[in-house]
């Protein structure tokens, strides 16, 4: 049985109280192993331990030095690959077929790519005219903010994280993680590649736990941090930045969404179908990018909706290490059992039930396990829950429409605004309606193909901030204005 330990000031420790909690595989509900569930002391040393590193070698390294430091950190996550693949995919239940190719390359790159970019970044420079001739120069100059808290979700637990992690440690932060309690194990184990790379200790640092009343509730309402970066529900954004208007503390905030993709008769409808396949039913649906919404014009509404289902029908579900699954089981029971109920709800909200719906036969060794069907529904109106609430599972809505006006309409009326997908051969019209739609990141005939250059954030209760790029460089970093007379 493996044991998932905090990791304070380069060192994996137990807690205080002793207390613990079970990590399962949602393949098969088969226990993992068990997690230090830190208490107060455990976030507090946690804290004190990033401050201080802060005062130590880190805190004195060059920017280039620091760059050095994280490429190794990024070459050793790719040399231990395979380790941090399959504790991945115990964790998440998500088959090696998808981590293999997106959390963990993309979890190794998110230390390198914002090195660059930031070390390469120009701040600003004024020369001001004085009365007396001699004039005044104005430069900015950036410092770290000091120490970070991370606050990341389940769905992609090393990749979410180090995309957090990646950028604060670049400008010179330290930081304090705490992984979704569903999945603890990449974030202990990078803690061992940050040893190995001689990342001085206190510079990463993880504690375990939940969020009210536990490690989560602790590090954000600890004083001694001094921004907090959070991936997750809306619900706990609200919470976290209640916690961080104590001390007037920056917030970086990346929450839900309910997002829409829309189809129009003159899309190339293989790429359509292709697209929103994936962003229906990729990892399970629980992408926070994925479409849960989608609109389709009048005339190719029924060919989309049997095409569709005839691709999701197809989706081969099973065991992560097989190379022919697409699709893993949900996160947890908990989660199955929030699924299960709007799958329910559409029901009784007089949803037509295209495909799924239910829990599919996985034989007896999965039984125990947390699947669920891959659902395509049809007729509900537009204010249902099931079209207003997200519910982060492998399903979708698909409703008609007759205008581009009705569609941006329909696609902007949600509390949500994290991203949207245009299908259209339209480039006239696919500008037109993307700059209309109230989201952080509109693709069009594409999904999730990111840039980390560019900036990535939700609009309205979707988030707060842009992280990506130099983009974070607003987060991660305080500006200073330098005035000199001259
Ligand atoms: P969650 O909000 O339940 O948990 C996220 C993290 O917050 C976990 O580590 C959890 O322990 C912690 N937490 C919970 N309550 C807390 C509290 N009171 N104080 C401090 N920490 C607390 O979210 P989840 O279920 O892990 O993830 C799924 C959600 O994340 C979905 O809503 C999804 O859309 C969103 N998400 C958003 C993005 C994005 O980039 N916008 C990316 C991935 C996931």
Redesign the pocket.
């Known amino acids: 049985m493996q044991e998932f330990k905090n990791f304070i000031n380069g060192q994996f420790v137990t807690t205080e109280r002793g207390q613990t909690f079970e990590n399962r595989n949602p393949v098969d509900n088969s226990l993992i192993g068990l997690v230090h569930e830190a208490g107060r002391a455990e976030v507090d040393a946690a804290v004190q331990a990033a401050r201080a590193a802060m005062q130590g070698p880190w805190g004195k390294m060059t920017q280039q030095q620091r760059i050095a430091l994280l490429d190794k950190v990024a070459n050793r996550i790719n040399e231990r690959f395979d380790e941090f693949l399959e504790a991945e995919c115990k964790d998440t239940g998500k088959p090696y077929k998808i981590a293999s190719h997106i959390d963990i390359p993309r979890g190794a790159a998110n230390f390198k790519a914002f090195s660059e970019t930031l070390a390469n970044h120009p701040t600003e420079a004024f020369k001001l005219d004085t009365p007396d001739g001699a004039s005044a120069l104005n430069y900015g100059h950036r410092t770290p903010k000091g120490v970070i808290a991370v ?6 637990p090393l990749l ?1 994280m180090t995309w957090k992690v990646g950028p604060a440690l670049a400008c010179g932060n330290t930081v304090v993680v ?5 999945t603890p194990a990449t974030a202990t184990l990078l803690g061992d590649v940050m040893n190995e790379c001689g990342v001085p200790e206190g510079v990463y640092n993880v504690v375990h736990g ?3 009343d536990s490690a ?2 602790f ?2 309402e600890h004083k001694g941090v001094d921004a907090i970066t ?5 619900r ?1 954004g609200e ?2 930045m209640r ?1 961080a208007s104590v001390g007037l503390r920056n917030i970086s905030l ?4 309910k997002n829409p993709g829309i189809v129009f008769a003159d899309c190339d409808m293989d790429k359509a179908i292709e697209g929103t396949l994936r962003s229906a039913f990729v990892n399970c649906g629980q992408v ?1 990018l994925g479409t849960e919404r989608v609109y389709v014009e009048r005339p190719i509404f029924e060919a989309f909706v049997q095409r569709l289902k005839a691709g999701a029908e197809k989706l081969k579900m099973g065991r992560p290490q097989d190379a022919d699954v697409d699709f893993g089981p949900l996160v947890s029971q908990e989660h199955k059992e929030k699924v299960l109920s709007y799958y329910r709800l559409a029901v009784e909200e007089g949803a037509q039930v295209i495909t799924g719906g239910g829990v599919p036969d996985m034989g007896a060794d999965l039984e125990a396990g947390a699947w669920v069907e891959p659902t395509i529904w049809t007729g509900l109106a537009d204010d249902a829950r099931v079209i207003r609430e ?1 519910i ?1 599972g492998p399903c979708c809505h698909i409703r008609p429409f007759d205008t581009e006006e009705e569609v941006i309409a329909l696609a902007n009326d949600t509390d949500y605004g ?1 991203s949207a997908a245009v299908w259209t051969e339209n480039s006239s019209r696919a500008s037109r309606v993307a700059e209309q739609l109230e989201v952080g990141i509109c693709w069009v005939n594409s999904w999730f193909l990111r840039d980390l250059r560019t900036a ?1 954030g ?1 609009a309205k209760q ?2 707060i901030g842009r992280e990506g790029g130099v983009h974070g460089l607003e987060f991660y970093t305080e500006l200073k204005n330098i005035c000199i007379k001259l």
């Open positions: 606050i990341s979700p389940w769905n992609l979410l705490k992984p979704s309690e569903e939940f969020g009210p989560g509730a590090l954000t959070f991936t997750g529900e809306t706990t919470t976290i916690a990346e929450c839900g969404g926070c997200e982060f994290l990535f939700g979707s988030g």
